[in-house]
């Protein structure tokens, strides 16, 4: 009978002979701990870490995190967890084509929204303002999900995950338009600190991945998203599949199906066998207008906007309250019952409560945060026998 450790080293031997030599061996993983059972395990190093990120809470909460369009209710329109699924598709059919690592990829994939908030980039926005108006800095949900990831999840000791899968997650930023990219190579842990503690400082940084499949996944982002989106848009009558440039529509397709298409045959055509992925200069100046179309007409568009000031207000409401909780030390709270209970008491220790509060708030779901202001806000019907 073989021995699955064994069929690991033929997989790793494989990987010598197949992988690109500009991708990513397994072997080359690095972790802040290490774990033998990890190390002796049948299972690679990468694909370890994103069944650890498939099976993590702050996963589960992908169900229910606004991709888009928030307040719509449609059985049709995409939720952030079909965007992952999407991007690790898209991504690990690169990774496919370029001999890449698949299971970094889909690890890089599966993580690098982790860290958002409720209600999209528009929550984002709002959080970030609040965070900054008590002195701990800006919000973003890269930094966020390496912080969920590394710190907070199993009760605080984190997943000990891969410097690789944690760098590909912080160094992702979809929404920086790019039409080629190339890895910075040989960082560190100490490497990653400083990057973090830098995007803090200057939300502008611009940050390169260590690994070629980080930057994949970076330019892959917007592949899954841009015609994904679209769709959405049309099928909520916010624009017409007429109404695309032509000269895009022309070269790229009216569809998502023909736009993830003619990206991702555009890109491989131009990557395969470097040391960076990107496009065509006219793909790539396609995908900027329309990319600028999306921003313009559905992003940026008032009929999408007009519940944001109550998401915002309820925010602040929300931040300040848990703040009191935390203050005066209100055990009841949601804060202390539904976040801090499972955690080890050194999360507190060593956290400001304004970090504490938005640690919390941005890993609410949208409906966990609107039930959570009901409760807190709004008139409870008394139930039966209660008087």
Known sequence: MVKLSELRQILERQEETWLSPYA????????????????????????????RILHSRAYTRYIDKTQVFYLVEHEHISHRVLHVQLLSKIARTIGKFLRLNEDLLEAIALGHDIGHPPFGHDGEHILS???????????????QGVR????????GRGLNLSLQVLDGILCHDGETHLERLSPQRDKTFAHLE??????????????????????????????SYIGR?????????????????????????????????????????????KNYVGYSPEVGALLKQLKEFNYQRIYNNPRIK???????????RLFQRF????????????????????????YRESHQP??????????????????????????????????
Request: aromatic share 8%.
């Open 24 to 51: 990513t061996r397994s072997v080359q993983a690095s972790r802040r701990r290490f774990e033998e059972s990890v190390a002796r395990g049948h299972r690679q190093e990468f694909a370890v870490d994103a069944d």
């Open 129 to 143: 303002d609040l965070c900054q108006t008590h002195g701990i800095g800006p919000f973003l949900h890269s930094i």
């Open 148 to 155: 969920f990831l590394d710190c907070l999840e199993k009760n």
């Open 194 to 223: 400083e990057e973090l503690r830098g995007k803090t400082a200057d939300p502008e940084l611009s940050l390169k991945p260590m690994t070629l499949e980080g930057c994949v996944v970076r330019l892959a982002d917007t592949i």
């Open 229 to 273: 989106d679209l769709e959405d848009a049309i099928t909520l009558s916010l624009v017409k599949r007429e109404e695309l440039p032509p000269e895009v529509a022309g070269r790229l397709g009216r569809t998502n199906g023909a736009i993830v298409y003619s990206l991702v045959t555009d890109l491989l055509r131009h990557s395969f066998d």
């Open 306 to 316: 007009e519940q944001t000031s109550k998401i915002e207000a309820l925010c602040q």
């Open 323 to 346: 703040l009191e909780d935390l203050d005066q030390d209100r055990r009841d709270s949601q804060i202390y019952r539904e976040f801090l209970a499972p955690l080890d008491p050194a």
């Open 354 to 387: 304004a970090e504490i509060v938005r640690d919390f708030l941005a890993s609410m779901t949208d409906a966990y945060f609107l039930r959570t202001s009901q409760e807190l806000f709004f008139p409870q019907p008394l139930r039966a026998g209660f008087i």
